[in-house]
């Protein structure tokens, strides 16, 4: 499983696929999915802040901060959609 982490400065990195025995505990963002979704690939590749959906991404990130989690999950950004054998784990 991946995670996006929001580190003290209000950045966003996607985590490194993490044992289902080290997952840490965190919030998941369900929303209705829009024009411009950010999406694994934008996350690997650095390309998602660029895109106008990334604010949601940024919010959740913010609220579980608040909330006093450091991780969140968006399944259009932690899932590889590209890789059939992935999407038959999630």
């Given at each position: 499983?991946?995670?996006?982490e929001?580190?003290?400065?209000?950045g966003v990195?996607?985590?490194?696929?993490l044992p289902n025995?080290?997952?840490?505990?965190?919030?998941?963002?369900?929303?209705?999915?829009?024009?411009?979704?950010?999406?694994?690939?934008?996350?690997?590749?650095?390309?998602?802040?660029?895109k106008?959906?990334?604010a949601?991404?940024?919010?959740?990130?913010?609220?579980a901060w608040?909330?006093?989690?450091?991780?969140?999950?968006?399944?259009?950004?932690?899932?590889?959609?590209?890789?059939?054998?992935?999407?038959?784990?999630r």
């Amino acid at each position: 499983m991946r995670l996006l982490e929001r580190d003290d400065t209000g950045g966003v990195r996607l985590t490194e696929d993490l044992p289902n025995n080290e997952i840490p505990p965190y919030a998941i963002l369900s929303y209705t999915w829009g024009p411009e979704e950010v999406l694994f690939r934008d996350m690997t590749d650095g390309t998602g802040k660029n895109k106008a959906s990334y604010a949601k991404i940024r919010f959740c990130g913010d609220q579980a901060w608040r909330d006093g989690l450091k991780f969140f999950w968006v399944d259009t950004c932690c899932i590889d959609k590209s890789d059939s054998a992935e999407l038959r784990l999630r």
